[in-house]
């Protein structure tokens, strides 16, 4: 396994004119953001693809008054066009352009999307706290005292290479609620045909219930579908029927390799604190289904990740959920909160070892390693002369082999990808047993470790040796 850097963050900060982005606010371009900074940050995430970015830019940045009250911050920009940035963004819980947030030593406390109006922008700026979120300037905020509808942004990642047409195959699946409004982006390989946008289904299941609402080659429980502008209610006597009734229509945005769609809560018949599943698929010239995100699993937006085990039907002759042991990790050991692990969990779930981890921040997914040693013996497998052992390593979403030829070396072959999905500031991880040579009940020691956007190691759990599991 060959591993790519990805792009750093642009080493000396870029200043735009101010007239590029209007007015006097002082802007600097960057990639990344500096999570350690003590100053008060303004991050403001625009696309040239985006009008609504254009006219943020035109009508709002350039007023001399917002330009005045940006004074007090370290403004930047985030091009989301560039990999590293789009990264960010997603990192971030930016699904949606422009967004702006207002960040404190890397905490965000305020955020304003998808809005460009000046006086709304002014209000924010003296007072980013009171906004956590904006909806289209058509769409009412909730009364004061009204439930906001806010969740922790949830993500999934689907194979690059499972469908040979780039602008029909997914990478990836995004959800937010914010504001009353929830907010979906599709990722693709390449930039999505605008004038195909048929092709691009997304199916919301509002009730959590799979017995009802239209089921596809993979996934079931579809009560409305999303095709472009068009929200669509299912209508079908059988769950195979393809019958919709007449669309609404919501919002959705081009932007890079994603569509985002953003629909009002209310436009679905679910309870207000209730969980929601979404799906996605792409279709070819005969309307026959070619890529699914996710491939073997709904994501599940409304509920964070627990670190007790959800039961779920097991497989023949599996074991049942077993209690998750946690081992604990010092907090702000890391130089990055997005790398700083606070605590790992591990147990059992039919035949399946789940593990989630806990960070200090919204994980940077790509920079996670899991080391299993699967047969407990540290003669074999991968070391680095602290560590020894490792027969399976997880990197991000796929599940790694370490060849016995290898020796000790850094050496991985047979990449399967595994679930994972990331809910706020927790990462859960199914690894299939039979895949990693894990038996029930049989010892297995692990560790785990993060990476930063140079490949440096960042953090450890634990901090020195390993963890063995089941307890013994």
């Given at each position: 396994m060959n591993r790519i850097a990805p792009s750093l963050a642009t080493a000396a900060l870029l200043a735009l004119p101010s007239m590029m982005m209007g007015g006097g606010v002082s802007w600097s371009m960057q990639d990344t953001l500096d999570a350690s900074s003590s100053a008060r940050t303004l991050a403001y995430f625009r696309s040239d693809d985006s009008v609504l970015c254009l006219?943020?830019?035109?009508?709002?940045?350039?007023?001399?008054?917002v330009a005045d009250a940006t004074r007090p911050y370290k403004c930047v920009f985030v091009d989301v066009k560039s990999p590293a940035a789009a990264s960010t963004?997603?990192?971030?819980?930016?699904?949606?352009?422009?967004?702006?947030?207002?960040?404190?030593?890397?905490?965000?406390?305020?955020?304003?999307?998808?809005?460009?109006?000046?006086?709304?922008?002014?209000?924010f700026l003296e007072k980013p706290e009171t906004v956590l979120a904006q909806a289209p300037a058509s769409a009412p905020l909730p009364a004061q005292g009204t439930r906001t509808g806010n969740s922790e942004p949830v993500f999934m990642e689907d194979s690059a290479a499972d469908y040979s047409v780039p602008e029909l195959n997914l990478i990836g699946l995004a959800a937010v609620e914010q504001a009353g409004r929830i907010t979906i982006?599709?990722?693709l390989q390449s930039p999505p045909?605008?004038?195909?946008?048929?092709?691009?289904?997304?199916?919301?299941?509002?009730?959590?219930?799979?017995?009802?609402?239209?089921?596809?080659?993979?996934?079931?429980?579809?009560?409305?579908?999303?095709?472009g502008a068009n929200f669509y209610k299912f209508g079908g006597a059988q769950p195979t029927e393809w019958n919709w009734l007449p669309p609404r229509t919501i919002t959705f945005n081009l932007r890079g390799q994603g569509v985002s769609y953003s629909f009002d809560r209310s436009m679905i018949a679910a309870p207000p604190d209730s969980q929601i599943n979404i799906w996605s698929?792409?279709?070819?010239?005969?309307?026959?289904?070619?890529?699914?995100?996710?491939?073997?699993?709904?994501?599940?937006?409304?509920?964070?990740?627990?670190?007790?085990?959800?039961?779920?039907?097991?497989?023949p002759g599996s074991p049942p959920v077993a209690e998750a042991t946690v081992f604990s990790d010092p907090a702000g050991d890391a130089d990055q909160p997005q790398n700083d692990f606070v605590s790992a969990a591990v147990n059992y779930q039919g035949n399946d070892l789940r593990v989630v981890l806990e960070y200090n921040a919204t994980p940077n997914l790509n920079g996670l390693h899991v080391?299993?040693?699967?047969?407990?013996?540290?003669?074999?497998?991968?070391?680095?002369?602290?560590?020894?052992?490792?027969?399976?390593?997880?990197?991000?979403?796929?599940?790694?082999?370490?060849?016995?030829?290898?020796?000790?070396?850094?050496?991985?072959?047979?990449?399967?990808?595994?679930?994972?999905?990331?809910?706020?500031?927790r990462v859960e991880i199914l690894v299939p047993r039979s895949r990693a040579g894990i038996v029930y009940n049989q010892p297995i020691r692990l560790w785990f470790s993060t990476t930063d956007d140079a490949w440096a190691p960042s953090d450890w759990l634990p901090d020195s040796g390993v963890v063995k599991f089941p307890k013994q």
């Open positions: 006219e943020v830019e035109e009508d709002v940045w350039s007023d001399p008054r963004a997603l990192r971030q819980g930016v699904y949606v352009v422009p967004t702006t947030l207002v960040l404190e030593g890397g905490r965000e406390v305020g955020r304003l999307e998808r809005l460009a109006e000046r006086e709304a922008t002014l209000r982006q599709i990722r045909d605008a004038g195909a946008l048929g092709r691009y289904n997304v199916y919301v299941d509002a009730d959590d219930n799979e017995e009802t609402g239209f089921a596809d080659a993979k996934h079931r429980g579809a009560d409305y579908l999303i095709q698929s792409t279709v070819d010239d005969s309307w026959n289904p070619v890529d699914w995100a996710p491939d073997d699993r709904r994501l599940t937006l409304g509920k964070g990740i627990s670190l007790a085990s959800t039961p779920q039907p097991a497989g080391m299993i040693d699967a047969d407990a013996d540290p003669t074999t497998g991968f070391g680095d002369g602290v560590r020894d052992g490792a027969d399976f390593m997880v990197e991000g979403v796929s599940l790694y082999r370490h060849p016995p030829s290898a020796g000790k070396n850094w050496q991985w072959e047979n990449p399967v990808e595994i679930p994972t999905r990331v809910i706020g500031k």
